[in-house]
């Protein structure tokens, strides 16, 4: 088992910033990737960046050249730095990861208000 809580939504203006922050616990030793998700009201839950052991990253088109996701999987720990925030970033943001199935977090909450 695996528990991932994440930090750091909240309520920002559009143009703003908000840094998401997640540490992974329990049986981590067969984690190799982590990363973010979203799902906002009425829409089925997706991808927003990924980050693997080796440092690579992906990010859906949507975020590209305004979110950025480090951290260090050794240590179980994955961030999302967040710039340039839209109205349409508004949902919950999930930490998730995937050993023997997927596993998520709580999710925090990310409003951007225009």
């Known amino acids: 088992q695996v528990q991932l809580v994440e930090s750091g939504g909240g309520l920002v203006q559009a143009g703003g910033s908000l840094r998401l922050s997640c540490a992974a616990s329990?049986?981590?030793?067969?984690?190799?990737?982590m990363g973010w998700f979203r799902q906002a009201p009425g829409n089925e839950r997706e991808l927003v960046a990924t980050i693997r052991t080796s440092g690579s990253t992906n990010y859906a088109d949507s975020v590209k050249g305004r979110f950025t996701i480090s951290g260090d999987i050794a240590k179980n720990t994955v961030y999302l730095q967040m710039n340039n925030l839209k109205p349409e970033d508004t949902a919950v943001y999930y930490c998730?990861?995937?050993?023997?199935?997927?596993?998520w977090g709580q999710g925090t909450q990310v409003t951007v208000s225009s």
């Open positions: 329990g049986s981590t030793f067969s984690i190799n990737r």
């Open positions: 998730w990861t995937f050993v023997d199935r997927n596993y």
